[in-house]
């Protein structure tokens, strides 16, 4: 018998989108000072849902500005009053969660499971563990007497909007630094709606300041020279461009980047479950997750069964309307992201690897790409060494531990691993030697506001999570 | 959907039987269970939103499926052939709601609703094998069964010695599986793993092949008379199992999960639970069933409020 | 040195570079005059050249994975046997010192003993960095989550520039504490303290190519090494503030981690746990809990 699902939508109503947004500056919205703007579509409609203040250099400025007017005041605050307000806005979030996650999902393209039950909650979480810390610096063990820097630049990514707010806000605010926030071009709701739940919070003007815009608006944040400390979470290639022009400046940088994370079963591996995990690994959120589990590392003596396996899990996969509950794939961010998706998916077949698409129909607006996997695969092709930052999984083998470790480790990132095997001595040795500044192992794409989070070499440094992402916010 | 060829000729199965060692170095080559993994899934599972035509489907999809149960010692010949009538024409006012699969009852009384069912396709499944602690010489186990199905039981719900299992002493469980089949003659026999006693999802897994292995046309997750009884994620697992044995040796084994199922809600979780781990195959009375009493009238509750739009009430049900 | 007896020549030593735990010559076979402050020749210095960093990278690499994968107890033994072999040449390096700096041998006597009790303060470190930047982490679920500091890789290190023996310590000794490998750029004035240290560290089983010496000029030596692509890390602490902008610039295409204090250092200060931590990786594991 065939139980076919009807549609479960989320309401769209939960989130009411003004038809247009200004920037948030010293506590007010406000439009860019040449009055450009730019519109936000749907990614799985195309559907305009707002047009955007396109701040600009003197945005910037005015934003640093605020921000450094306020720093005084928000870091002379006792700890325990910057830590209420922290905890205030955990509580808004989780209050308005279902606004945040529907606006999330329109704005992004991701799947409403996805926002409901891991953006949002991660939110609220990361907002909820840094408010604790406010109070408390010098017990951290960075050092007896912990200030804060000044004033942050933080630019963030299109793939995660309001959880990357998160990261860069919460533990700058708690160690009593202010910030000018630059949201991805394609993603920029959240955080206006994030500027509301300041304002809602008491939060005095400027501590929190929100400039929309593109890469040139970036740029000018991140090359600022009234900030301290320059925050950016993005692709290898901008952050190299930001750390060229912070060079000798002085002020502080974290870089979270790309990765090419490996993810190595063994035949010994709890296969059902390895399979969830590499489904969690590289189709979450539509693939486009500097963490994803990219290439799939697989013992040759187990390859054909778990390839198997993972085939017919993937033809369960559901593509489509990302409001609806039950979908697990979404829509692709941008049409720009598409475009390179299926680039790099082009060079696996130019390159002799066999592609295998999962079945199932593409709505025919918005931006789409199968879940996809590529097998025979080896290290020197493309779709092995470059970030896809889509749902394409590329298959490779091994067939002893220490050839495992040498593919892995065979790039230039270092961002994160996987591993599954049932062998407790094997998981160990093995998540030594990887280079990567997070292991997963039997278990994957798992986050926690008290896990340190980032890469090694080309992944980018610093950590945001725990008691290590307090770190960059602090001269020690 | 991608279906390996069998990987266990009936030859093979021998091979993997012949002695204690060969099944335990076959169970225990089967791939681990991670338990965190294994309950994260079932638990995301459980996030699917069923509404409007899904849910008058799996409704009554969920009813058909039902093995509509009493286990009591207080049993009695009457509240046996009411359970009968319910389980044939559970709401009285609406002839487009199915008959349950099966009437579950003890073996003394099969015959009394063997009786109450007869001419409806409702069958009769009896528990049997010293049911449910399964402490008993094999001699009792396999009169009882023996007695059951000659008193008209078309199904019977056996349980493993799990003591046995625990103490490794596998081929001793497949050897008593194996009799009881036997003994079943025509009747189909459910293998109940009680997975609260096996106590790890590996064992669980195991159990569920060597179960299979020795014949069993479904497999049960439990008694209902543990403390842990049915859970999504046990039964994902063996639902798992049946698959994977389908792969391996081209037979088709059903799954019962029972004990604790007492919701629409919880019931429709299990459909998915099917739906996207076995497939459409198992989406049949003849390969999945629910072990439960009271599931059925919340089941007819909540198709009520899909025809009325009303939220209905437990006076709009018949108590048995 | 002084050479004022008619009745025998001393015995001048040719300096060399350390490179792989052996001493070559610089591949350009190029040295230059090193002298006192005041003008007087010391000896004859190599002067490196870019295939000497390169060289000196690929040493560093090879004793990499044995460095870093030695346990943190076997690190701390090595350490504490430089400090002895330091302190079995005290009087080499007072000398040295005197001469390099043109102080006197008080204030070079301690400086050497601070080098050596630096050794010590780093030797006892080898075991207990992890427990101090390390973490487990409590995260909502059921996970085991533990974060570990790790050594980033290779790290180039040009040295402070007046503190040539204590600085210089101060600089390198943590940087191999945490089982990280060094191409060490000495001071240019006064690169005799640390080919003579370096004498030291290859009698003190310290694995070859753990740390390797280069003289000469940073102008020149950290261009290439700033754009190895077999680099992790710069410690900048010796570059001068324009030769550090450049390097900046040039480690940004491989986003190698940089240490660069904003002011200067005082060495014979308490050193603290900042430059162990500069070079190292926070990995974090993560691993269900259940049966």
Known sequence: ?476 | MPSPAPALAPADVADVTATDSALRRFLHGLPGVDAVGLEGRAATLATRSIKTTAKAFAIDLAISMIDLTTLEGADTPGKVRSLCAKGVSPDPTDRTVPSVAAICVYSDLAGVAAEAVRGTGVQVASVATAFPAGRAARSVKLADTAEAVAAGATEIDMVIDRGAFLAGRYLEVFDEIRAVREACGDAHLKVILENGELATYDNIRRASWLAMLAGAHFIKTSTGKVAVNATPANTLLMLEAVRDFRDATGRQVGVKPAGGIRTAKDALRYLVLVNETAGDDWLAPAWFRFGASSLLNDLLMQRQKLTTGVYSGPDYVTVD | MSDTSAARLSVLKTYKLFIGGAFPRSESGRVYDVTTPDGRWLANAPLASRKDARDAVVAARKAFPKWSGATAYNRGQILYRIAEMLQGRHDQFRIQLAEAQGVDADRAAAAVDAAIDRWVWYAGWTDKISQVAGATNPVAGPYLNLSSPEPTGVVAVVAPVGSPLLGLVSVLAPVIATGNTAVLVADPAAPLPALTLAEVLATSDLPGGVVNVLTGRPAELGPPLAGHQDVNALDLTGASPDLAVDLEAAAAETLKRIHRPRTAEDFTADPGTGRLTAFLETKTVWHPIGV
Request: glycine share 10%; aromatic share 8%; net charge neutral.
């Open chain 1, 1 to 476: 018998m065939k139980f076919e699902y009807a549609p479960a939508p989320e309401s769209r109503a939960t989130a009411e989108i003004a038809p247009s947004y200004g920037l948030f500056v010293d506590g007010g919205f406000r439009e860019a000072a040449d009055g450009r703007t730019f519109k936000t579509v749907s990614p799985s409609t195309e559907e305009v849902l707002s047009e955007v203040a396109h701040g600009g250099e003197a945005d910037v400025d005015a934003a640093v500005a605020a921000a450094r007017a306020a720093f005084p005041g928000w870091s002379a605050l006792p700890g325990a009053e910057r830590a209420k307000y922290l905890f205030r806005i955990a509580r808004l979030v989780q209050e308005r969660a279902r606004e945040l996650a529907v606006l999330e999902t329109l704005d992004n393209g991701k799947p409403i499971r996805e926002t409901r039950d891991t953006d949002l909650p991660l939110v609220a979480a990361h907002f909820f563990y840094y408010a604790g810390w406010a109070d408390k610096l010098p017990h951290a063990g960075l050092g007896p007497n912990p200030r804060p820097l000044g004033v942050a630049g933080q630019i963030i990514p299109w793939n995660f909007p309001l959880l990357m707010l998160a990261w860069k806000v919460a533990p700058a605010l708690a160690t009593g630094n202010t910030v000018v926030l630059k949201p991805a071009e394609t993603t920029p709701l959240t955080a206006l709606r994030f500027a509301e739940i300041c304002r809602q919070a008491g939060l005095p003007a400027g501590v929190v300041n929100v400039v929309t815009g593109d890469g040139t608006t970036g740029a000018a944040l991140a090359a600022h020279p009234g900030l301290d400390k320059v925050a950016f979470t993005g692709s290898t290639s901008v952050g190299r461009a930001i750390a060229r022009s912070l060079a000798g400046t002085g002020r502080r940088l974290t870089l979270e980047l790309g990765g090419k994370a490996a993810n190595i079963v063994f035949d010994d591996a709890p296969l059902d479950q390895a399979v969830e995990g590499i489904v969690n690994g590289i189709f979450f959120n539509q693939g486009h997750v500097c963490c994803a589990g990219s290439r799939l590392l697989v013992q040759e003596s187990v390859a054909d069964e778990l390839l198997g396996r993972l085939k017919r899990r993937l033809g369960t996969l559901r593509l489509g309307d990302p409001l609806d509950k039950n979908t697990d794939i979404g829509a692709i961010n941008s049409p720009e992201q598409l475009a390179r998706i299926r680039q790099l998916a082009d060079t696996g077949d130019a390159e002799g690897a066999t592609r295998w698409t999962a079945p199932c129909d593409l709505p025919s607006t918005g931006y789409w790409f199968p879940p996809t996997l590529f097998t025979g695969v080896t290290q020197a092709h493309r779709i092995a060494r470059e970030e896809i930052f889509g749902p394409v999984l590329s298959v490779l083998t091994f067939r002893t531990p220490d050839e495992a470790v040498a593919k892995a480790n065979n790039t230039p990132y270092g961002l994160s691993a996987g591993v599954w095997t049932e062998k407790g001595s094997r998981i160990l040795w093995m998540a030594q030697r990887l280079r990567a500044g997070v292991v997963w192992s039997n278990t994957f794409n798992r986050f926690d506001p008290t896990s340190p989070f980032g890469g090694y070499q080309e992944s980018g440094y610093g950590r945001e999570g725990g008691r290590h992402g307090l770190e960059p916010y602090l001269d020690v």
